[in-house]
């Protein structure tokens, strides 16, 4: 009886939280547009004539159709746009007007563009990099062009490359090094959460300001919109740690409301670099169970590619807070040529119609020899991809593919099932890790190439997200995410085209997800 009130009292709390929350009341905001908007198409309907009607409701339809089928977009996000413009007519084209540009607003973009190719500084200390890249490997070296291309970050060399196979380890590595900083910490994630793990460094944060380092956090809204409260910076900043709540969530129908910042990145003192799919929240490192055994990796960088993340976080950064005083070379530490060759970079929606990662992700797997293994929790692929893995598969190389066996989003889950059939029968391995959820990002092949990150294998993390990630080189390091792989198989239930025959309905309703992938 009592444990059966403690729950009443505990669902009553959630239940009251919920709805006086800023993302419920926004998102009745939002709700209360739409019906608006409806009620506009409804009420020009009922007032014109129908033959009249008809015809501006043909015309623009024919109108948009064309633009987008002319437009320098991805097939697949045509097609998720043409449908609802067909069968909602008006109200598909009000949509597409508000929700469907791809690309940032002109003011944010200007921001981006000057603090993207404000980093001369850093091609200036890696001359003859590049050389070395082409000297050990053309294939290494022409990924290396690829990104620079596109991400204007150089490629670069670290001392050190610690693989971390679990969340646990990331976080001991990371609260270690963050005890010993003496000059600056700049933080920036998609989700903190209030818990075990991020007290621990807020605990070291707060400590580290009072000495006067030069504390920095930057958040996402949407991320974070459920575990941190609206005026936790001004909270962070009575702590002395300066704070960023990224691309704040708003009541309005708007694009830009789909550009949050997912990357995972720790800069101590210019001398040490986070990134993976872990976040600072407890279920990251197994302190909350939440869908079985979380199972994520991550990877720490020592020597001069710590420069290339410490740009990154500035770049955005700059993006809230305008140009840094003295720009970036006091935050950048030197180093000389280190053991391992590596690019960290960014990718964004300012990239226009180029996805610098899912664009190495095909490069690499058109190139692989004996195997491509990949993890992500999430598998919403379009067509490029989909080619790049069946063609691998086809050549007789190992194709694999990771994905949880307990979703975090059942919708998504669903998603991700509705590209097993297409997969599976051309020959690619698809995996489900049963001990819960695994929320790791990673493609390594060959163990020569790798890539670790922040970027799901999605439309969001292609399209639509800031994400930052590392392409790497060499067996040392590419062997432990291999043997790791691996491992990870021995933990998981391959799918085989047995366990993937559904019912009709449920075909009909993943066929329909598919067709809509684009803007989940």
Same mark, same amino acid.
């Given at each position: 009886?009592?444990?059966?009130?403690?729950?009443?009292?505990?669902?009553?709390?959630?239940?009251?939280?919920?709805?006086?929350?800023?993302?419920?009341?926004?998102?009745?905001?939002?709700?209360?547009?739409?019906?608006?908007?409806?009620?506009?198409?409804?009420?020009?309907?009922?007032?014109?004539?129908?033959?009249?009607?008809?015809?501006?409701?043909?015309?623009?339809?024919?109108?948009?159709?064309l633009y987008i089928i002319n437009s320098d977009i991805n097939a697949e996000y045509k097609i998720a746009w043409i449908v609802p413009i067909l069968f909602l007519p008006i109200l598909g084209c009000l949509f597409y007007i508000i929700f469907g540009r791809k690309r940032l607003s002109r003011f944010t973009r200007k921001k981006l563009t000057?603090?993207?190719?404000?980093?001369?500084?850093?091609?200036?200390?890696?001359?003859?990099?590049?050389?070395?890249?082409?000297?050990?490997?053309?294939?290494?070296?022409?990924?290396?062009?690829?990104?620079?291309?596109?991400?204007?970050?150089?490629?670069?060399?670290?001392?050190?490359?610690?693989?971390?196979?679990?969340?646990?380890?990331?976080?001991?590595?990371?609260?270690?090094?963050?005890?010993?900083?003496?000059?600056?910490?700049?933080?920036?994630?998609?989700?903190? +959460?209030?818990?075990?793990?991020? &007290?621990?460094?807020? *605990?070291?944060?707060? %400590?580290? $300001? /009072?000495? #006067?380092?030069?504390?920095?956090?930057?958040?996402?809204?949407?991320?974070?919109?459920?575990?941190?409260?609206?005026?936790?910076?001004?909270?962070?900043?009575?702590?002395?740690?300066?704070?960023?709540?990224?691309?704040?969530?708003?009541?309005?129908?708007?694009?830009?409301?789909?550009?949050?910042?997912?990357?995972?990145?720790?800069?101590?003192?210019?001398?040490? +670099?986070?990134?993976?799919?872990? &976040?600072?929240?407890? *279920?990251?490192?197994? %302190?909350? $169970? /939440?869908? #079985?055994?979380?199972?994520?990796?991550?990877?720490?960088?020592?020597?001069?590619?710590?420069?290339?993340?410490?740009?990154?976080?500035?770049?955005?950064?700059?993006?809230?807070?305008?140009?840094?005083?003295?720009?970036?070379?006091?935050?950048?530490?030197?180093?000389?040529?280190?053991?391992?060759?590596?690019?960290?970079?960014?990718?964004?929606?300012?990239?226009?119609?180029?996805?610098?990662?899912?664009?190495?992700?095909?490069?690499?797997?058109?190139?692989?020899?004996?195997?491509?293994?990949?993890?992500?929790?999430?598998?919403?692929?379009?067509?490029?991809?989909?080619?790049?893995?069946?063609?691998?598969?086809?050549?007789?190389?190992?194709?694999?593919?990771?994905?949880?066996?307990?979703?975090?989003?059942?919708?998504?889950?669903?998603?991700?099932?509705?590209?097993?059939?297409?997969?599976?029968?051309?020959?690619?391995?698809?995996?489900?890790?049963?001990?819960?959820?695994?929320?790791?990002?990673?493609?390594?092949?060959?163990?020569?190439?790798?890539?670790?990150?922040?970027?799901?294998?999605?439309?969001?993390?292609?399209?639509?997200?800031?994400?930052?990630?590392?392409?790497?080189?060499?067996?040392?390091?590419?062997?432990?995410l291999r043997d790791d792989y691996l491992d990870t198989c021995k933990n998981s239930e391959l799918i085989t085209e047995d366990k993937i025959k559904i019912r009709l309905h449920s075909q009909i309703y993943r066929a329909a997800l598919r067709i809509f992938a684009p803007l989940m």
């Amino acid at each position: 009886m009592a444990a059966s009130f403690l729950f009443y009292g505990w669902t009553m709390r959630k239940f009251f939280k919920l709805i006086f929350s800023k993302f419920f009341i926004f998102s009745l905001i939002l709700l209360a547009e739409i019906g608006i908007l409806v009620f506009f198409v409804l009420f020009l309907n009922s007032t014109i004539h129908s033959a009249i009607f008809t015809g501006i409701t043909i015309a623009l339809d024919v109108i948009f159709v064309l633009y987008i089928i002319n437009s320098d977009i991805n097939a697949e996000y045509k097609i998720a746009w043409i449908v609802p413009i067909l069968f909602l007519p008006i109200l598909g084209c009000l949509f597409y007007i508000i929700f469907g540009r791809k690309r940032l607003s002109r003011f944010t973009r200007k921001k981006l563009t000057r603090n993207f190719r404000g980093v001369e500084c850093l091609y200036e200390s890696r001359r003859g990099v590049l050389e070395r890249f082409e000297e050990t490997d053309a294939f290494f070296a022409s990924c290396a062009k690829l990104i620079s291309s596109e991400g204007y970050l150089p490629p670069t060399d670290c001392e050190e490359a610690l693989y971390f196979k679990v969340g646990e380890e990331y976080a001991e590595k990371l609260i270690e090094v963050l005890e010993g900083a003496k000059k600056y910490i700049f933080l920036e994630y998609f989700i903190i +959460a209030e818990g075990k793990f991020w &007290n621990r460094v807020l *605990e070291i944060l707060t %400590e580290k $300001a /009072r000495e #006067g380092v030069d504390v920095r956090v930057i958040y996402d809204d949407i991320g974070s919109i459920m575990t941190l409260p609206f005026y936790y910076p001004e909270k962070l900043k009575k702590l002395g740690i300066k704070c960023c709540c990224f691309n704040r969530y708003r009541p309005v129908l708007d694009v830009a409301q789909n550009n949050r910042t997912h990357r995972k990145i720790a800069v101590i003192d210019g001398e040490y +670099a986070f990134t993976g799919g872990i &976040n600072l929240a407890d *279920e990251y490192v197994n %302190e909350q $169970a /939440r869908f #079985g055994h979380w199972k994520d990796t991550g990877i720490m960088l020592r020597g001069r590619a710590v420069q290339n993340f410490t740009t990154m976080f500035l770049q955005l950064w700059t993006v809230e807070f305008g140009n840094e005083k003295y720009g970036y070379e006091q935050y950048l530490a030197e180093g000389g040529p280190g053991k391992y060759l590596c690019v960290p970079f960014g990718d964004s929606p300012y990239d226009s119609n180029r996805q610098i990662c899912e664009d190495l992700y095909i490069k690499i797997i058109y190139n692989a020899k004996k195997y491509v293994y990949i993890n992500t929790p999430y598998l919403i692929i379009d067509g490029e991809m989909k080619k790049a893995l069946v063609s691998a598969a086809h050549s007789g190389v190992d194709v694999r593919i990771t994905v949880p066996h307990i979703p975090d989003k059942k919708y998504v889950f669903a998603l991700t099932k509705a590209f097993y059939s297409p997969l599976v029968k051309e020959g690619v391995k698809i995996y489900q890790y049963t001990p819960g959820f695994i929320h790791a990002k990673s493609i390594v092949s060959d163990s020569r190439y790798a890539v670790i990150g922040s970027s799901n294998m999605d439309f969001r993390s292609f399209y639509l997200h800031f994400e930052c990630d590392v392409l790497m080189y060499g067996e040392d390091f590419c062997k432990q995410l291999r043997d790791d792989y691996l491992d990870t198989c021995k933990n998981s239930e391959l799918i085989t085209e047995d366990k993937i025959k559904i019912r009709l309905h449920s075909q009909i309703y993943r066929a329909a997800l598919r067709i809509f992938a684009p803007l989940m």
